[in-house]
């Protein structure tokens, strides 16, 4: 058998470049899922914010978002007008921004999905705070597959623990 047939393609166990490249198409479409995440990450964590800041003080407002991101007042602007172009907030004058419903279950799924990361990041040993700091980043890449996979193995350890 030759290398291409006996290993997956990947780095190997000590860093060493793939012996076989993945198909073109099969390639490109996983990196055309890494930027495409990318993207509606920003997106994801205004409308989880935006929801986090309704539910806890009923209101949101761009000052706010801004501070807790991280960003500037303006970069705040901006990206909420993405969120108004794409149909997931609105706003009024002289009052803060508000999801809508699509924003809303957006969030919704946002928020489970981070749950579900960071659950999975503590059971296997991970801290809660740095478990809670990864996941923000691991949630927007994750695929449902995954997901899914993530969710029976932690159904399956609780069976075990009884």
């Not at 009024?92 to 981070?114: C, I, N, S």
């Amino acid at each position: 058998m030759t290398a291409s047939t006996t290993r997956r393609p990947g780095r190997s166990p000590d860093g060493e470049p793939p012996a076989v490249l993945p198909a073109e198409p099969a390639q490109a479409a996983r990196h055309k899922r890494a930027r495409t995440a990318r993207a509606g990450a920003l997106l994801e964590d205004y409308v989880e914010l935006i929801d986090d800041l309704l539910a806890t003080g009923g209101e949101a407002r761009a000052t706010d978002i801004a501070r807790r991101l991280g960003v500037s007042h303006a970069t705040a602007i901006n990206t909420i007008g993405r969120l108004k172009l794409a149909g997931l907030a609105h706003s009024k004058p002289y009052r803060g921004v508000f999801l809508t419903e699509a924003g809303r279950a957006l969030a919704q799924t946002v928020r489970a999905r981070h749950r579900l990361v960071v659950d999975l990041l503590v059971a296997i040993g991970v801290p809660q705070e740095v478990a809670e700091s990864d996941a923000e980043g691991i949630e927007h890449h994750v695929s449902e597959p995954t997901l899914n996979a993530f969710q029976e193995f932690l159904r399956s350890r609780n069976r075990e623990l009884g």
